[in-house]
């Protein structure tokens, strides 16, 4: 016997075929619960024409559904956004609040003046086209042919193998997002422990409570603007609460109690575990090959708008190869993951990625390659680092400690101190690059 939803979506392709005039409405009969499967199907096998007319609206009609679907009920689509539009190349505009004046009702020149908007732009791309291709012999059309239960379990089969194969993919892209973001250390980063104790998870948790409270307040700290060395005014974000969501690897998850973390969130249990989503790591694969180890990553709190996942096409194609007689049916999907820089963002990780210093540069503020400081007088030198965000450390140091001294603020600070009369150079170094300044200090 037929199932209701085979029946339904066979007879809605002989629908669509007479209504555009195909040659499969003219020898299809629409099926009725009684309808034998081989009479029926018996001018789809003898006649390729209409073969290949079945299988297009098949594809189209139902396996593009199916498939359009399943993926709509993905565990991570709260995190995906719009179709994109035209083109392959999009841009993120953002602009920073206006900063208000105190009104002054002498001040006729500020009707004259310029006020521009400060305005942010990040370029992104698509930079996902997968295809999943599966090939089926004609001697299995034949078999699916022989009963409605073979013909509906041929359908799943060809169906979920496609799906699969983009869902699996859309996944760890998904959460491959958060581990680049780390990696390239392209967002704000929370230190923390491996959740191992009870009072460890505890911490966990009231360090998670405080950034979701404090993403609704206007900040510049939580985005990654600045951090990657993005041009202007630091930017200004905030974002609903209702936006936020968590990713957590799942033996973290596993780690917090429910009901700690209900509270610590002041919403319900079922509220919250909407926001929480597990993965089961931040590893990236290229292929089967693992090319980056998440392990030091625990999860992220963000404005679910940090995550840029649009759809640019989602098809369905196939055709017959009479030269081996088999039909192949591909899956298209072409889509766009980025990360936002102007979003609110922290990843927890149990330590800092590895990002090395290319250049580094004394930033000199008008100075010169040297200077001369008083016996007694401190002073205290920048340097400029590209990447903005590279973590390796800086080294700062005096070729004649009996002249000045050194006394290393952070890395990209150095304070110095004249001790003694004398030249001295001080000489800053991270990965391999340095940068020298001469010092004299006179009595």
């Known amino acids: 016997m037929i199932a209701e939803g085979l029946k339904t979506a066979l007879n809605g392709i002989l629908e669509t075929a007479v209504a555009d005039d195909r040659v499969y409405a003219k020898y299809i009969d629409q099926i009725r619960p009684d309808t034998d499967i081989k ?11 209409i073969m290949n007319d079945f299988f297009n609206m098949l594809v189209q009609r139902i396996m593009y559904t199916q498939i359009e679907t399943k993926l709509f009920d993905n565990p991570l689509q709260v995190l995906e956004g719009d179709q994109v539009p035209l083109g392959s190349i ?58 409605w239960e073979n013909l509906n379990a041929f359908i799943d089969s060809i169906t979920n193998a496609l799906y699969n194969g983009a869902y699996i993919d859309r996944y760890r892209m998904s959460k491959d997002l958060v581990a680049s973001a780390y990696m390239g250390n392209n967002v704000q980063i929370e230190v923390v422990d491996e959740i191992t104790t009870p009072d460890l998870a505890k911490a966990f948790v009231k360090k998670a409570r405080n950034l979701y409270k ?12 600045r951090k990657v060395g993005g041009y202007g005014r630091d930017i200004v974000t905030w974002c609903n609460p209702n936006d936020i969501v968590i990713l957590l690897r799942a033996d973290i998850s596993t780690e917090l109690d429910v009901e700690v973390l209900a509270n610590a969130f002041n919403m319900d249990k079922t509220t919250l575990m909407g926001r929480i989503l597990d993965v089961d790591n931040f590893d990236i694969y290229d292929g089967d090959t693992k090319v980056f ?41 072409v889509r766009m993951y980025q ?86 150079f001080i000489t800053a170094s991270n990965n391999g690059h340095e940068d020298v300044v001469g010092v004299t200090v006179i009595e």
């Open 39 to 49: 009479v029926w199907a018996k001018p789809i096998l003898d006649n390729q024409a």
């Open 90 to 147: 999009g841009q993120e505009i953002y602009t920073n609040p206006i900063k208000g004046r105190l009104f002054n009702v002498d001040d006729f020149a500020g009707l004259l003046a310029k006020y521009e908007a400060d305005v942010k732009v990040q370029y992104m791309h698509v930079n996902s086209d997968i295809q999943y291709p599966v090939t089926v012999t004609r001697a299995k059309i034949v078999d699916a042919f022989t009963s």
């Open 214 to 225: 404090m993403f609704k307040f206007p900040s510049t700290q939580y985005n990654a603007w």
């Open 339 to 424: 990360y936002s820089l102007f979003a609110n963002a922290v990843v927890f990780a149990t330590e800092l990625p590895n990002v090395g210093a290319e250049t580094v540069v004394y930033d000199h503020d008008g100075y010169g390659g040297s200077f001369d400081i008083a016996l007694g007088e401190q002073k205290t030198l920048g340097i400029i680092v590209n990447p903005t965000n590279a973590t390796t450390p800086t080294i700062f140091s005096s070729s004649n400690e009996n002249a000045v001294t050194v006394t290393k603020i952070d890395d990209r600070h150095v304070r110095i101190t004249g001790v003694g009369a004398g030249e001295s």
């Open 293 to 333: 180890d998440g392990s030091k990553i625990l999860g992220i709190v963000c404005d679910s708008k940090w995550f840029r996942i649009k759809t640019r096409e989602l098809t369905m194609d196939e055709f017959y190869n009479a030269n081996n007689r088999t039909w192949q049916f591909y899956l298209n999907d």
